[in-house]
């Protein structure tokens, strides 16, 4: 029993930090009990939309309130809305943010927003390729643009004029007082849906691009009183008006005369026309990147500012009064602590004697496989040839790369898995030649010096052993899948922090995991285990703490440094204002998306080297590590990003 104690107790703690941390969060967004959030789904088009509502207190059909349609941007969901809507809510606003097509857990893909051939800027040209493709490439292609322009687009809104209805039939909202938000890709569902519903009081376009009045009909179509918050380091060049930079935009004759209704350059931050008549306009400058605009505070406060005027509510609350970002730590804390309880619960698990050969020591005599010259070499060599290809193959796999889209329906995924997959590659063969003929064969190298084998078999697999791994990687991830499972049935919340990463599965994305699963395996086995724990292992520290740290340090610079590299490469340049690295050096095309997700992929995987690396020093062997990573990759890959 003793032997069991110490990780039941620090399981224990996992779970109740874990607990109490969601039902917190649960109360903030309810800000503390006077908010009613539920969530439920609609009819649109060919399948369901699912939604998040917040209904404030006292709002019934006999006192129906104003509301706002939210809708998010590319490769989120509809709790990314959740900082507005709480916001919104506490200050008596219905909120309704909706999973747009092919996010979340709508069943409709993003193929039904429909594609056309030409492309917005350059209108005497064509594009082709793969169907996910042209989708991208569509984005600014708006359905009630001129016909020879929007042929082929089905509904740009991804289903927001389906919400939009959906959101002004519930008998206790006002549905002559409902005002429109999105971000990003949601931006341009925000205009659609603003140019089929003329009665709208507001849009907020959170990093939005500008439609120029020779697109579309603007004797016939009027948008009201609308905010642009815009970024100052958007790495989205949609959002910069195809501009190396921001600072400028406020001088030219698409923003001051054809957005703002000015003959003359405008000021930043400051509010022209009337809400009245709904010439209401105003450009928010925020010191921030474009993923970070869902939860930047001067933004909610601007939108709260927006809103209230012309939603025409009276509200005691200031427009900088948020509590939005106590429920984000809360749920990062909550998803912390439900990775953390997987690491005592392994050690529990190994206490039984059908998982207890999983777990070997390890030797410390022969810890250094290569000479520290060609450590630094090979560490230097895996940096840059990790970084300098993620941008290329990141959007070759993202757009063109001909994949069956019917099997592979994760647009973003796509991209990861040809990175990953190319690495991988350039690591076997590397290893193998090292292993068979290099200096590995010459100094005898063993399958147990590299992770794979036993003490007692040092050049042979078990498979037994290999077997017991995967089930135990499949019964501690499944734990944590029940953790998720249960918090968003009682809370309607999931494990995230601003961003998808864990939640439910719908069928068609648990058929997407086991799709992508295989190729993380190959990669977090491969690169992540064999060569990261086996070939370029470190020696021991003073202390398992110390080791551990040390370890995990050098895990994240060998495999996430090649990223660190292009995040320089990115942002120096823009915060100079010289605009986007990447935009400069490559091309806009090799910018935007894989440029962005790298504010997710850093900390993301930082939190999984440090799982892998705890989990090879206590087990000696690279599998369960490896296996644990990979599903924990593969779920957050394919539960929220967008489908096609």
């Not at 779970?15 to 967004?29: H, R, S, Y």
């Not at 939309?49 to 989120?76: D, E, I, R």
């Not at 341009?188 to 009909?217: K, M, N, S």
């Not at 405008?266 to 928010?284: D, H, K």
Request: aromatic share 14%; proline share 5%.
């Amino acid at each position: 029993m003793k032997a069991v104690s110490n990780p039941l107790i620090v399981f224990l703690a996992c779970i109740l930090v874990m607990a109490g941390a969601t039902g917190f969060a649960g109360f903030v967004q309810t800000d503390f009990g006077r908010v009613v959030v539920r969530t439920g789904y609609f009819e649109s088009g060919t399948g369901i939309m699912t939604y998040k509502l917040y209904v404030p207190p006292g709002v019934s059909a006999a006192n129906p309130a104003p509301a706002v349609l939210l809708m998010h941007g590319y490769q989120n969901d509809k709790e990314t809305s959740a900082a507005y809507s709480i916001e919104l809510a506490r200050r008596g606003i219905v909120a309704l943010s909706v999973d747009l097509y092919g996010h979340g857990s709508t069943s409709i893909g993003m193929r039904d927003r429909g594609w056309a051939h030409h492309k917005l800027t350059n209108l005497d040209k064509t594009i082709s390729g793969p169907h996910r493709f042209l989708i991208m490439m569509s984005f600014s292609i708006l359905d009630f643009f001129n016909p020879a322009i929007a042929a082929g687009i089905q509904d740009s809104s991804m289903g927001g004029k389906d919400a939009y209805r959906f959101l002004a039939s519930l008998d206790f909202v006002d549905p002559s007082h409902i005002g429109i938000t999105g971000h990003s890709m949601g931006t341009w569902a925000a205009w659609t849906v603003g140019a089929a519903f003329p009665t709208h009081r507001a849009i907020v376009l959170q990093c939005g691009e500008l439609l120029l009045p020779e697109y579309y009909d603007a004797t016939s179509i009027t948008f009201n009183n609308v905010l642009l918050v815009q970024a100052r380091y958007d790495e989205f060049d949609y959002f910069r008006d195809y501009q190396p930079q921001v600072i400028g935009l406020e001088t030219t004759p698409r923003r001051y005369h054809d957005f703002m209704g000015q003959n003359a350059p405008v000021r930043w931050n400051q509010t022209y026309g009337s809400f009245t008549n709904g010439s209401a306009r105003r450009m928010e400058l925020i010191q921030n990147n474009h993923r970070l605009t869902t939860h930047d505070g001067h933004a909610l406060t601007a939108a709260m500012y927006w809103f209230t005027q012309a939603l025409e509510v009276d509200t005691p609350l200031a427009n900088s009064d948020h509590i939005y970002m106590l429920k984000e730590t809360l749920g990062l804390l909550a998803m912390l602590a439900a990775l953390c309880s997987m690491l005592p619960a392994l050690l529990l698990l190994t206490q039984l004697r059908f998982f207890a050969p999983i777990v070997q020591p390890l030797e410390t005599y022969r810890v250094k496989l290569l000479p520290s010259r060609t450590w630094r070499k090979t560490a230097l060599i895996s940096i840059l040839i990790s970084g300098l290809t993620f941008p290329f193959l990141g959007q070759l796999g993202h757009g063109l790369l001909p994949l069956p889209e019917h099997i592979f329906r994760m647009t973003m995924g796509n991209g990861f898995i040809t990175w990953l997959t190319f690495l991988m590659i350039i690591s076997l063969i590397m290893l193998t030649v090292w292993y068979t003929g290099g200096k590995g064969n010459s100094i005898g190298v063993t399958l147990y010096d590299l992770g794979l084998a036993s003490k007692d078999e040092r050049n042979k697999l078990n498979w037994g052993i290999i077997g017991k791994s995967a089930l135990a990687a499949v019964l501690l991830t499944g734990m944590m899948y029940l953790f998720v499972s249960i918090t968003s049935a009682m809370v309607h919340l999931d494990f995230r922090f601003i961003w998808p990463f864990f939640k439910p599965f719908t069928k068609a994305r648990l058929g997407q995991f086991f799709v992508y699963l295989p190729f993380y395996l190959a990669f977090f086995t491969i690169n992540a285990g064999v060569k990261l724990y086996g070939q370029m292992r470190l020696p021991e520290g003073e202390s398992a703490l110390m080791t551990q740290l040390a370890w995990w340090g050098y895990s994240v610079v060998i495999m996430l440094g090649g990223v660190f590299l292009i995040v320089l490469i990115e942002y120096i340049p823009f915060f100079m204002e010289w605009g986007p690295g990447v935009d400069l050096l490559f091309s806009p095309l090799f910018g935007g998306p894989f440029m962005s997700v790298m504010i997710l992929l850093i900390p993301q995987f930082g939190v999984f080297f440090f799982l892998s690396t705890y989990l090879y020093r206590r087990t000696g062997r690279i599998y369960i590590g490896s296996f644990i990573v990979a599903i924990l990759a593969s779920w957050v890959l394919t539960s929220g990003s967008a489908m096609f």
